[in-house]
Every structure is written in structure tokens, then in C-alpha cells.
């Protein structure tokens, strides 16, 4: 099993920064593609963010690019996405996924190839 830990999330307003943190444990050697995905009231989960792990590739969801990072910490075990110049339609549950994927499958992300799931962190963007 792995165990994924979502944090950071907040309110903050409009061009304002947030860094979500995912502390991975369990069985994570057995997953390579990390994801940052969102959900807002009344839509579909949509992935924002995945990194295959071994290399370090990435892909962003067109409407943050330029603006959210993801990224890992190998010594801590732990996934962040930095999210600057934050939107009000940025506003959702965020949530830190795992997966082993082949890094095609990683960086097209569909919510359903994720098998691991952390249990939220709210961002609440106001203008």
C-alpha cells in the first residue's frame, strides 16, 4: 500500500502563492508518475500536474502552465506543486494521486489510471 498526505492548501486571494506538500510512505518504490489533480463543487476530477519520478518529466494541464510547479524531494519522500499568480477558478479540492505508469500513460494522467489517493486539501482563491 501506499499512503499519500495532502497539505498546504488555504484561502488566499487572487494573484496571491500556495504550495501544496504530499508526504508519500508505504510501498512507494512500487509507483513512478506522482500526480497533483483537483476537483471543484459540480465537476469533474481533472488532473493539474504529473512527474514521472525517475527522470523527472512533467505536464501541466494548459490553464496553470507558467504558473504551478510540480516537484519532488527525494529525501523527504514528498510531492509539491507550487501554484503562483492563484485564479478564483483555480478554487477546488486538491488531491496528491500515485500510479505506475509508463511515462506516456504519466504525463496524459487520466484520473482513472491512479490507484493511490490522499484525502484532499481545499484552495480557496478569492478576487
Known amino acids: 500500500q501506499v499512503q499519500l498526505v495532502e497539505s498546504g492548501g488555504g484561502s488566499v486571494q487572487a494573484g496571491g502563492s500556495l504550495r501544496l506538500s504530499c508526504a508519500v510512505s508505504g510501498h512507494f518504490g512500487r509507483t513512478n508518475c506522482m500526480g497533483w489533480f483537483r476537483q471543484a463543487p459540480g465537476k469533474e476530477r481533472e488532473r493539474v500536474a504529473t512527474m514521472f519520478t525517475s527522470g523527472g518529466s512533467t505536464s501541466y494541464v494548459d490553464s496553470v502552465k507558467g504558473r504551478f510547479t510540480i516537484s519532488q524531494d527525494n529525501t523527504k519522500n514528498t510531492v509539491y506543486l507550487q501554484m503562483n499568480s492563484l485564479m478564483p477558478e483555480d478554487t477546488a479540492m486538491y488531491y496528491c494521486?500515485?500510479?505506475?505508469?509508463?511515462?506516456?500513460?504519466?504525463?496524459?494522467?487520466?484520473?482513472?489510471?491512479?490507484?493511490?489517493w490522499g484525502q484532499g486539501t481545499q484552495v480557496t482563491v478569492s478576487s
Open positions: 494521486a500515485a500510479a505506475a505508469l509508463v511515462p506516456g500513460s504519466c504525463m496524459r494522467g487520466y484520473v482513472n489510471m491512479f490507484g493511490y
